[in-house]
């Protein structure tokens, strides 16, 4: 049997390194606009915290998953370390489901938050969140999940797009988000045994993931002093 | 304009002009330099006294004056800081 570059130390190695820097990234933009909220109180500054601080929630449970399919892995070579990977897999794909759809409501409200009402938001979210975190847990697919996120994206994209004024600045940022959003389905749907990428595709558009949160952080950097 | 910004903008413009008063002005002056109604001002001065931007002091003859406190300062000097951040990112 072709053990999977995850087996490798070197593949293995890449993971934790690209969940280490996109997580800390994250908690490095949820934390750094921690005094200017609450400086504030703006809506806005709050639902961009929350959908960076959801991202690193989810890209950790992500880890996690990887973490039990390796061990999988592992058992067929003899090294059971016996805890229920049948439990973990479908709990963690349930929570990083919620995580990571809850971030990209985060994301997209942030922006259009002034059009729509905060119950309303809050309603739709978390059931779509719920309904696609029961669908991932039911079916235990990584596909199904990034196929049902990648619609949302499409209409959030849509939304993030149709906003009240348009220049480079925010067109860059906005840019920036899709791109969050692309490797995050990318990142998913690499969880799902079916689809194989090589490890150098792999390598790749980790640096380029990793180089769109340095991005982001660079922007919000620039106005925290 | 974005009631959210204008409430920013209120509150920056409140603190700013207790700071051009050298820091300590009465509720009177404070109200019809700020250009707020009565309701609105009281509801700002409630907030602001709520969160800690200023404080009430009270003299020796019994006469109360406002003041900023450091969260107070610290929003004036951030204020244009918060604004670009809220523009780049289209909060």
């Known amino acids: 049997m072709a053990i999977p570059y995850l087996f490798g130390p070197v593949g293995f190695i890449s993971e934790v390194l690209y969940t280490m820097i996109v997580v800390l ?3 490095l933009i949820y934390f750094k606009t921690k005094e200017m909220y609450d400086l504030t109180k703006y809506k806005g500054i709050q639902y961009f915290r929350n959908a ?27 090294f059971d370390i016996g805890h229920p990977r049948r439990m973990v897999f479908p709990l963690f794909m349930l929570v990083v489901s919620y995580l990571s759809t809850m971030a990209l409501f985060y994301l997209t409200y942030s922006t259009s938050w002034k059009r729509f009402k905060y119950t309303s938001f809050m309603i739709l ?9 029961l669908v991932s847990f039911i079916f235990r697919s990584p596909f199904i999940l990034s196929i049902l996120q990648l619609l949302l994206l499409l209409t959030a994209f ?5 906003q009240h004024k348009q220049s480079k600045k925010t067109a860059i940022t906005k840019f920036l988000y899709f791109l969050i959003l692309i ?4 990142n998913i749907l690499v969880l799902d ?31 925290i002093k | 304009m974005n009631k959210k910004r204008d409430r920013l903008e209120i509150i920056y413009n409140f603190l700013k002009i207790i700071q051009d008063n050298h ?12 250009n707020l109604s009565s309701q609105s001002f009281n509801e700002y001065s ?12 009270t003299d020796k003859k019994g006469r109360k004056y406002i003041t900023l406190t450091d969260r107070g300062f610290s929003y004036l000097q951030k204020y244009n800081t918060i604004l670009g951040f809220i523009d780049e990112f289209e909060l």
């Open chain 1, 25 to 27: 990234f994250c908690f």
């Open chain 1, 125 to 133: 979210s978390n059931a779509v969140a719920i309904c696609l975190a």
């Open chain 2, 46 to 57: 409630e907030e602001l006294l709520s969160k800690e931007f200023i404080r009430e002091i």
């Open chain 1, 158 to 162: 849509i939304i993030i797009v149709k």
């Open chain 1, 52 to 78: 960076f601080l959801f991202f690193g929630l989810a890209y950790l449970c992500r880890f996690v998953i990887q973490i039990t399919q390796l061990t999988n892995i592992a058992s067929g070579f003899g």
């Open chain 1, 183 to 186: 490797f995050w389905l990318l």
């Open chain 1, 193 to 223: 045994s079916r689809w194989f990428f090589p490890f150098e595709y792999k390598i790749i558009f980790q640096v380029i993931s990793i180089g769109v949160f340095i991005a982001i952080y660079y922007k919000v950097k620039k106005w």
């Open chain 2, 23 to 34: 820091n300590s002005i009465k509720p009177t002056p404070l109200l019809r330099k700020s």
